[in-house]
């Protein structure tokens, strides 16, 4: 059963700083690999989307990593805006079909002004 | 191109009265699946559908939850004789196929009072 690990649980940082959000999977035997980012109230927007074969992938200041073979992955932030803030989910297929995603808990990030 | 549409946006049912969610895909789109988000959980899987046919729906509750894809018209999902515990975000994703890219509407939050 695929399970997925999202660390830190919450996280605050001044405007302007970098960051990274951990996302850690079980299963190791995935297609793909999704960052999406959650407002409060709202739905989820797909921010990043990392095929099996690859090990990473760049939107804007947006960075993710994956290495399939330890199942972890990572969401880099440059130059983190207050805009920025919003909860950060990471998701990989379940082991029992490519369609079926599990989520991590994310991560909560604020930034600060 | 309009994204994934969900309506209503926001629910309020009686215990025990029916709710009906609505999904409508994105064009071009022929799979969709529906998820739930419990307060403080993750998004957890409930049914993947593809037009006229349930293919997956080992994370449906196995009693007054029901999907549906009909050939026109959007995706329901149907709750009947709704308790307090179904309070929750409801999502529902669309791909072209699997395994590619799923795109999340805002969900509808249904509230039973």
């Known amino acids: 059963k695929q399970e997925v690990t999202q660390i830190p649980a919450a996280l605050s940082v001044p405007e302007g700083e970098n960051l990274v959000l951990n996302c850690s999977f079980t299963?190791?035997?995935?297609?793909?690999l999704q960052w999406f980012r959650q407002d409060p109230g709202k739905g989820l927007t797909s921010l990043l989307l990392?095929?099996?074969?690859?090990r990473e992938q760049t939107s804007g200041r947006l960075n993710a990593s994956l290495d399939k073979s330890s199942g972890r992955s990572t969401l880099y932030i440059a130059a983190s805006q207050p805009g920025d803030s919003a909860t950060y989910l990471c998701a990989v297929p379940s082991g029992a079909g490519s369609y079926q995603l599990t989520f991590g808990k994310g991560t909560k990030l604020s930034v600060i002004p | 191109n309009a994204g994934v549409m969900q309506n209503p946006r926001h629910l309020v049912r009686r215990r025990g009265q029916e709710a009906r969610l609505r999904c409508s895909p994105m064009k071009g789109h022929s799979h969709v699946y529906w998820y739930r988000q419990l307060p403080e959980e993750g998004l957890k899987f409930m049914v993947y559908?593809?037009?006229?046919?349930?293919?997956?729906e080992s994370g449906m509750p196995k009693e007054r939850f029901s999907a549906e894809f009909p050939k026109e018209g959007p995706s329901i999902l149907r709750i009947q004789q709704v308790v307090r515990g179904d309070s929750a975000a409801y999502f529902c994703?669309?791909?072209?196929?699997?395994?590619?890219?799923?795109?999340f509407g805002q969900g509808t939050r249904l509230t039973v009072v």
């Open positions: 990392i095929q099996s074969s690859q």
């Open positions: 299963d190791s035997a995935i297609y793909n």
């Open positions: 994703a669309s791909s072209r196929g699997e395994p590619t890219e799923a795109f």
């Open positions: 559908l593809q037009k006229e046919n349930i293919i997956d």
